[in-house]
T-cell receptor
Framework: AQTVTQSQPEMSVQEAETVTLSCTYD???????LFWYKQPPSRQMILVIR??????QNATENRFSVNFQKAAKSFSLKISDSQLGDTAMYFC????????????FGQGTRLTINP | DTEVTQTPKHLVMGMTNKKSLKCEQH?????MYWYKQKAKKPPELMFV???????INESVPSRFSPECPNSSLLNLHLHALQPEDSALYLC???????????????FGPGTRLTVL
C-alpha cells in the first residue's frame, strides 16, 4: 500500500516570500504520478502541478515548482513570490499509473500568506 | 476547459429523506469519482466509474448509491443518512489515457451536505 506524509500541518509566510512545502511518500511502484492540489476556503480542489515519476526533470508551472527526488521518495513544492491568493490547504497526492484509479492523499498543509 | 460542475452547492436533509447529488463534465473524460471530505481532512475515495461501469466501491454503506447514466453524468443517491455523513462531497473526472491507466483528476466545487 502507498502512503503519503506531509510533515508540516501549518505554515505561514509574508507576501512575496518563497515557501517550500514538504511531502514524502512510500511505494514499491516504479511508475506513478505525483500531484499537488490546493484547496482554498472556497473548497474547490485545484490542480497545482503534476510530476510523472519516469521524468527526471522537475515540473514547473509559473511560480510553482517541485523538487522531485525519486530515490529519496520526496516531492516538495516551492512557491515563489507568494501571493495572498495562495492561501489554501495544500495536499500532496500519489497515484499509480496502471491499475486502481486511486489518489492517495497526504494529510495536508495549511498555508497562510500574510500581507 | 477543465470544468466539473456539481449541484446543489448546499444540501440539508433529514435522516428519513431521499436526495441526490449531481455531477457533470463535458471534457470527454471516461472515469468519474465520488469523494467524501470531512473538515480539515483529505478527501476519501468512495466510488470510481470507468466507462460508465462501477470499477471501485470503497466499502461504502448502501445508503449511498452511485449511478452513471452516461459518460458525462454522475449521480449519488442518498437515503436514510446519519448525522456523521455530513461532509463535503466532491466529484472528479479524468481521462483514461489507455486501458487501465488514468490521467489527472479534475475536481468539482463540491456539495456541502448536512444531515439533521
Amino acid at each position: 500500500a502507498q502512503t503519503v506524509t506531509q510533515s508540516q500541518p501549518e505554515m505561514s509566510v509574508q507576501e512575496a516570500e518563497t515557501v517550500t512545502l514538504s511531502c514524502t511518500y512510500d511505494t514499491s511502484e516504479s511508475n506513478y504520478y505525483l500531484f499537488w492540489y490546493k484547496q482554498p476556503p472556497s473548497r474547490q480542489m485545484i490542480l497545482v502541478i503534476r510530476q510523472e515519476a519516469y521524468k527526471q526533470q522537475n515540473a514547473t508551472e509559473n511560480r510553482f515548482s517541485v523538487n522531485f527526488q525519486k530515490a529519496a521518495k520526496s516531492f516538495s513544492l516551492k512557491i515563489s513570490d507568494s501571493q495572498l491568493g495562495d492561501t489554501a490547504m495544500y495536499f500532496c497526492a500519489f497515484m499509480k499509473i496502471q491499475g486502481a484509479q486511486k489518489l492517495v492523499f497526504g494529510q495536508g498543509t495549511r498555508l497562510t500568506i500574510n500581507p | 476547459d477543465t470544468e466539473v460542475t456539481q449541484t446543489p452547492k448546499h444540501l440539508v436533509m433529514g435522516m428519513t429523506n431521499k436526495k441526490s447529488l449531481k455531477c457533470e463534465q463535458h471534457m470527454g473524460h471516461r472515469a468519474m469519482y465520488w469523494y467524501k471530505q470531512k473538515a480539515k481532512k483529505p478527501p476519501e475515495l468512495m466510488f470510481v466509474y470507468s466507462y460508465e461501469k462501477l470499477s471501485i466501491n470503497e466499502s461504502v454503506p448502501s445508503r449511498f448509491s452511485p449511478e452513471c447514466p452516461n459518460s458525462s453524468l454522475l449521480n449519488l443517491h442518498l437515503h436514510a443518512l446519519q448525522p456523521e455523513d455530513s461532509a463535503l462531497y466532491l466529484c472528479a473526472s479524468s481521462h483514461p489515457t489507455s486501458g487501465a491507466s488514468t490521467d489527472t483528476q479534475y475536481f468539482g466545487p463540491g456539495t456541502r451536505l448536512t444531515v439533521l
